[in-house]
């Protein structure tokens, strides 16, 4: 069975204090990994796919990158308004439709 | 906005009722994946559509049903409900059959009594 788990469960930063954003996975054939933002009571909103190890991706104060076991997400300075739930899923290369989503990692980003 | 629809935002009924959860796709997305996020389960994979026909089968009870009509919108239907059906049930949709690109609805909140 795919399993993610995120690391940590929740993260409070001071506005400008870069720091990262674990994902480990345990899937038989990874087709691809994906990284989602959450907001409250909102839908999560679609950020990266990455598919090979070694592969990133970039957008804005976030970087997204991706080993053979755990994919990182990398925030730099970032604002409050980066506060959110950062999620990430996997997409098994057996089953290409059976996503498998972590339960999040809560960013708080401070004043 | 990510141009997909889903309504009722909130439903409360009550235990061994059923309900219709309704979800609209983007314009031009023939996938359709309803995915249920409680508390301290996260995401789950229910079911998936592509252009009318089912496509996989995650974790969806079998008191739960789902289609895909011809106009691509599709329904979730639950059934006999229960307590532990309390949750967000979120829709999502993406143009191909693969959920490479997943633009998620603002979900349904259920709340059974």
């Known amino acids: 069975e795919d399993q993610v788990t995120q690391s940590p469960e929740a993260l409070r930063l001071q506005e400008g204090e870069s720091s990262s954003l674990n994902c480990s996975y345990t899937?038989?054939?990874?087709?691809?990994l994906f990284w989602y933002r959450q907001d409250p009571g909102k839908g999560p909103e679609f950020l990266f796919t990455?598919?090979?190890a070694g592969e990133e991706k970039e957008k804005e104060r976030l970087k997204a990158t991706l080993t053979k076991k755990e994919s990182f997400l990398h925030i730099t300075a970032p604002k409050p308004e980066d506060s959110a739930t950062y999620l990430c899923?996997?997409?098994?290369?057996?089953?290409?439709?059976?996503?498998?989503f972590g339960t999040g990692t809560k960013l708080q980003v401070i004043p | 906005d990510s141009g997909v629809t889903q309504t009722p935002k909130h439903l409360i009924t009550a235990t061994g009722q059923r309900v219709t959860l309704r979800c609209s796709p983007r314009?031009?997305?023939?996938?359709v994946y309803w995915y249920q996020q409680s508390l301290d389960q996260g995401l789950q994979f229910l079911i998936h559509?592509?252009?009318?026909?089912?496509?996989a089968k995650g974790n969806i009870l079998e008191r739960f049903s789902a289609q895909q009509f011809p106009d691509l919108h599709s329904e979730l239907n639950l059934s006999s409900l229960e307590l532990g059906d309390s949750a967000l049930y979120f829709c999502?949709?993406?143009?191909?059959?693969?959920?490479?690109?997943?633009?998620f609805g603002p979900g349904t909140r259920l709340t059974v009594l």
């Open positions: 314009s031009g997305d023939l996938s």
């Open positions: 899923a996997v997409q098994p290369r057996s089953e290409a439709q059976k996503v498998t």
């Open positions: 559509y592509y252009n009318g026909e089912e496509r």
């Open positions: 990455l598919y090979s």
């Open positions: 999502a949709s993406s143009v191909s059959g693969q959920p490479n690109t997943q633009y």
């Open positions: 899937v038989s054939g990874l087709r691809g």
